[in-house]
């Protein structure tokens, strides 16, 4: 925990955590009915009156290395007229003290539902707007969001879900909170998960895997038990209502009544980053650099695809920011782009559903053990002046 209004400068990193999964989550409880995923906005969440912003560190780049925490976001009463705000008095902390992603700003005061409040970014001038008339501090229910989204297809071979909470989840035994229902034959799938909690450092997104034994083809569990999804069949992700929070609040009336997707053919391809579609940016701006994947990719690996971005061999500071089904990344430059030509360096253990990556895909025949899969892991593009 910092002071208020520590002078320690946060430490910008490359790496990026859930979030984008985080930030959805936080942007949830703003009010705002679809919250931004701009990888510079501020994002307001308030719980029983106790509002929290936070701030992604890398999106601020080399401008947010000697700044002081207040220097870098405020929150408080805004004034639409003048678009000022007036700061309130807090506290900043970050997520992780040894390698922080998060900048985190709590406000010593309660939030009061007859005031207008909105933070700001200040390194770009960013604001988000905090509206009540969307919250309801006693009955606000937690929210959750899965991904891949709702109605997804998904490969029968499919490995895992990212579940988000809006609020600090119990951790433990989370699988026995889960049940999957085959809508073809009306049943319960039986022990299709495994048996392991793996939660963000806040326990507010949970990684849910599908047993991998049962999923890979030739294992013991596959052999006796058979593969969890069934290609053609239509599936329930249930979660039990009466899984508590933290705080101990049952999630009740705020599990989603159904998460729904469709199983398809099972997929052992890899992915390929010669079917890849990339839309370069124009020279002099800020804009991204936009890589469509042509199919949908594991998000969390999708989120640091690019592990290094050169122009003429000079390294370019960048963040990443995935689409919430994985189909594409947008690549954000720290400073406007230049003209010439770039080489990115691609993460070989970028993976799409089922567990293929571009170094090998997720079932290898022992046989072929010393073959080379590994894809082309660099990608080149061009910007005009």
């Known amino acids: ?49 106790q509002a929290q912003v936070s701030i992604e560190l890398v999106s601020l780049g080399k401008a947010g290395k000697n700044l002081s925490p207040s220097e870098i976001i405020i929150f408080g009463p805004y004034h639409k007229a003048t678009k000022t705000i007036t700061p309130m008095p807090g506290e900043y902390s970050y997520d992780n003290d040894e390698v ?14 007859d005031v207008y409040y909105a933070a700001q970014e200040l390194v770009r001038g960013q604001i988000t707007e905090y509206d009540h008339s969307f919250w309801n501090p006693d009955e606000d229910p937690t929210s959750i969001l899965i ?19 809006s609020r600090p989840m119990r951790p433990t035994e989370s699988w026995e909170h889960f049940s999957l229902k085959d809508l073809r034959t009306g049943e319960l799938v039986p022990r299709p998960f495994r048996h392991i909690d793996l939660w963000d450092e806040q326990n507010r ?3 849910l895997w599908f047993h991998p034994g049962r999923q890979k083809t030739g294992v013991n569990l596959n052999e006796d ?5 069934t290609a053609g069949h239509r599936y329930l992700l249930l979660i039990d209502p009466q899984w508590k929070t933290q705080a101990g609040q049952a ?26 579609k990339l839309t370069p940016p124009t020279v002099d701006t800020v804009q991204p650099l936009i890589i469509s994947f042509g199919e949908m990719l594991d998000f969390a690996t999708a989120r640091k695809v690019i592990t290094a971005c050169s122009n003429n061999e000079k390294i370019i500071e960048i963040s990443q920011q995935a689409d919430w089904d994985g189909t594409r990344v947008k690549i954000f430059p720290s400073k406007p782009w230049a003209a010439g ?9 970028l993976e799409d559903l089922a567990g293929n990556s571009l170094e090998r895909p997720f079932e290898v025949d022992l046989s072929s053990e010393t073959t080379d899969f590994a894809k082309k892991l660099t990608l080149t593009f061009e910007i005009n002046q």
Not at 31 to 36: D, L, M, N, S, V
Request: hydrophobic residues 35%.
């Open 147 to 165: 991904c891949p989204p709702d109605e997804s297809l998904l490969p029968a071979n499919h490995l895992k879900f990212y579940v988000h909470f």
């Open 1 to 49: 925990m910092c002071d208020t209004y520590n002078d320690r400068p946060p430490y910008v990193t490359i790496r990026m955590v859930s979030l984008s999964v985080f930030l959805c989550c936080c942007g949830i409880l703003t009010g705002c009915p679809e919250p931004p995923l701009t990888p510079d906005a501020p994002f307001v969440s308030v719980e029983h009156g």
């Open 225 to 229: 038990l058979g593969g969890i999804l």
């Open 251 to 276: 999630l009740d009336g705020s599990v989603k009544k159904r998460y729904a997707f469709t199983a398809i053919n099972a997929d052992h391809e890899q992915p390929d980053s010669n079917n890849w």
């Open 100 to 113: 922080p992603s998060f900048l985190i700003f709590t406000p010593h005061q309660r939030v009061s539902e």
């Open 205 to 207: 997104r949970l990684t």
């Open 341 to 349: 030509n770039y080489t990115l360096a691609l993460n070989p253990r």
